[in-house]
């Protein structure tokens, strides 16, 4: 995590596209949630998640690791946990300068709440300020919405003197939490505006449940 933050453990002890995205092929979009798989997804496909019911569309390329446990709203939190559904970006050839290939990763998760908003936010800063290399407060938070619900977007780099970009957004839907964080492994400034491109698409593109 300091390094590549890769946040094993984007830590909470709280309760609670793209780049590729813009340029995905105009193709019919597939149903469903997919079944867990190391294959990207050959077209456009609606992932929606087994057990935090949110729903997203995928462009072509990306693939989905559903999570297997729900989160408990208290655990620390991985980009790779089995409470957490992992959303990989695909890996470019020449989107980095550094390495041949390399692409956005993202996850999301959700929990019953009775904060707000601006709560969840704060508390999740201060879980990824005591677990990871994280500023306690974000570099830049702004207001935006996810499928009409207010939400926060923040950014901070950890660590905050030329560390990895994170970019997560909260929101609160019918009393649930809802949570999702993008960075790129490849940690290149030159990159981040992509980051931050495929990251208003993905958020843009969520649904929450009825």
């Known amino acids: 995590m300091a390094v590549v933050l890769l946040l094993a453990g984007c830590g909470a002890s709280a309760s609670p596209g793209a780049s590729n995205a813009s340029s995905a092929p105009a193709s019919t979009p597939t149903p469903g949630s997919p079944a867990p798989t190391s294959t990207p997804y050959p077209a456009p496909t609606l992932f929606t998640s087994p057990l935090y ?33 992992q959303l990989i970006g695909p890996q470019v050839p020449n ?15 959700a929990a019953p709440t009775t904060e707000s908003v601006t709560a969840l936010a704060a508390a999740m800063d201060a879980a990824e300020a005591r677990d990871h290399p994280c500023p306690a ?8 919405t996810i499928d009409g619900e207010a939400a926060l977007r923040t950014s901070k780099h950890c660590p905050t003197d030329g560390g990895t970009l994170l970019l997560r957004a909260i929101t609160v839907h019918e009393g649930i939490g809802y949570y999702i964080w993008l960075q790129d492994p490849a940690h290149e400034t030159a990159v981040e505006p992509m980051d931050h491109a495929d990251f208003d698409a993905l958020i843009a593109a969520i649904r929450l449940p009825d």
């Open 53 to 85: 019911r949110y729903s997203v569309m995928l462009p072509a390329g990306w693939l989905v690791i559903p999570a297997e446990t729900a989160w408990d709203g208290i655990a620390a939190i991985g980009h790779d946990d089995p409470i957490v559904d």
């Open 95 to 109: 989107r980095c300068k550094t390495v041949f290939l390399c692409g956005p990763i993202a996850w999301a998760l």
């Open 137 to 144: 407060t974000p570099e830049q938070q702004d207001a935006t």
